[in-house]
């Protein structure tokens, strides 16, 4: 059976930054109100050409480079968001057209901020079943658009961005060790987005109702955060036969420092064995993770060796984490320039859908 490495990560942001001191001039509240609740201090916001497909592709094209893969030699590219920009297509078929990723299935999951842990273990057991050999697992958001900046309990919390991870098959030992997910749909109700589906669909009064903003019930959230983090945690470790004395670094869905901090309390760590940047993104709900980690490889904290914990919760109500052994990229017998690979994946797109166009003048023809 074949072991599921991760070999590549990317990340990416939108230029624009919120501070809380921005915040203040939009509702009531302050810079210290904000981070004695939170820890945040800022938060990274889409401008008008900023989507979850354009970020996911540019932390993708990155990930692609660390791994030194082509993005025809993606099998799956499964993309985790909570703001995707349809119901349908799929954000992931847009980011496999985007890539030129042309040999890829690609499909959305929706868990919330569990997501990237949900597509994580997914894509690990396709490549542990022998299906395929390289995944691109993404979480992407533009949440922003879904918040209402006169709501201080909630505008104040969410940010965008994307990040990145390529699995890849190996028959050396390492990569996913164990993961865990849960749900609790009697929870469902807590954190919320209930406009625009179709128990909802979107109308006059869906909108005058703010039925298209996120809609949270922060004090029981919290408390479900505050269990579920450090229990997930210890349960993916059981699992893997790992005890939190094995493991270098905990990297937790970046929702609230508190929580944080509280789970840590839980698996008696101390909090620089996390690693831990809400104050400068807030929560960028399935990317919060991936984002996380690069930034964690990039300052050389995370090394090959190490094992690490993935964990987080969130709307549905689900949650979960995820144990890995860190081995970086697999041996590259050459280096593969990503630009000139996907231009040509581009190209077979547009060749598609002009013969798709000229198929159908055909067959109007003949109908």
Not at 11 to 25: G, Q, R, W, Y
Not at 114 to 121: D, K, P, S, V
Not at 217 to 240: H, I, S, Y
Request: with cysteine.
């Amino acid at each position: 059976m074949p072991y599921a490495h991760i070999t590549g990560w990317g990340m990416a942001v939108p230029k624009t930054v919120l501070t809380n001191e921005d915040l203040s001039h939009m509702v009531d509240t302050n810079d210290q109100w904000i981070r004695d609740r939170t820890g945040i201090r800022e938060r990274h916001i889409a401008g008008e050409n900023d989507f979850p497909s354009t970020l996911a592709v540019e932390a993708s094209i990155k990930a692609l480079q660390v791994a030194n893969l082509k993005p025809t030699d993606i099998d799956l590219i499964i993309c985790s968001t909570s703001s995707p920009e349809y119901i349908f297509p799929a954000t992931a078929c847009l980011i496999q057209d985007q890539l030129g990723a042309t040999k890829a299935g690609a499909f959305d999951l929706l868990a919330a901020c569990t997501g990237f842990i949900y597509a994580t273990n997914m894509a690990a057991q396709a490549i542990r079943s022998g299906s395929i050999k390289n995944a691109l697992v993404i979480g992407a958001e533009t949440l922003s658009r879904f918040v209402d900046w006169k709501d201080r309990n909630t505008c104040i919390l969410f940010g965008d961005g994307s990040g990145a991870f390529v699995l890849q098959a190996s028959d050396q030992p390492g990569g996913v060790l164990s993961a865990v997910m849960h749900s609790d749909g009697s929870g469902g109700d807590l954190l919320t987005l209930a406009g625009g589906g179709s128990h909802n669909p979107a109308t006059e009064a869906t909108v005058h109702d703010g039925q298209h903003y996120i809609r949270m019930d922060g004090k029981e959230v919290f408390r479900f955060a505050t269990r579920a983090m450090g229990q997930a945690a210890k349960e993916a470790l059981d699992l893997a036969g790992l005890t939190t004395e094995d493991v270098q670094w905990i990297i937790p869905h970046q929702a609230n420092f508190r929580i944080i901090e509280t789970a840590a309390k839980f698996l008696k760590l101390p909090l620089d064995r996390f690693i831990i940047n809400v104050d400068r993104y807030g929560n960028t709900s399935t990317a919060s993770i991936p984002i996380a980690a690069v930034e964690a490889i990039e300052k050389g904290l995370i090394k090959n060796g190490d094992k690490i914990v993935l964990v987080g919760f969130g709307a549905g109500l689900t949650w979960g984490a995820l144990t890995a052994h860190w081995t970086g990229p697999l041996p590259m017998e050459h280096i593969v320039h990503i630009e000139r690979y996907r231009t040509w994946g581009r190209i077979r797109s547009w060749l598609l859908r002009i013969a798709r166009f000229l198929e159908g003048m055909i067959w109007g023809r003949n109908s």
